[in-house]
């Protein structure tokens, strides 16, 4: 039996560096956009995170995108 998988929602998740922690070592931060269009491409969403990431004060480190999809058993 084969699975449909719909797309249901789509969010940018930006992951900065905020600064140091007494160590030394690197505290991150997640900043997340929610209401991404499913239906967008991997690049413009990249794209958008780069100008986003420009407003950031803090320095960028990773961008994500999280998908969440409806599954149903097909025929």
């Given at each position: 039996?084969?699975?449909?998988?719909?797309?249901?929602?789509?969010?940018?998740?930006?992951?900065?560096?905020?600064?140091?922690?007494?160590?030394?070592?690197?505290?991150?931060?997640?900043?997340?956009?929610?209401?991404?269009?499913?239906?967008?491409?991997?690049?413009?969403?990249?794209?958008v995170a780069q100008v986003l990431a420009g407003l950031q004060v803090h320095t960028l480190v990773g961008i994500n995108r999280?998908?969440?999809?409806?599954?149903?058993?097909?025929?």
């Amino acid at each position: 039996m084969a699975v449909i998988a719909t797309p249901v929602d789509s969010s940018l998740r930006l992951m900065v560096q905020t600064g140091t922690d007494a160590s030394g070592n690197p505290v991150y931060r997640y900043r997340t956009f929610n209401r991404v269009k499913p239906q967008a491409g991997d690049q413009e969403v990249y794209d958008v995170a780069q100008v986003l990431a420009g407003l950031q004060v803090h320095t960028l480190v990773g961008i994500n995108r999280v998908n969440e999809n409806e599954l149903v058993a097909g025929a």
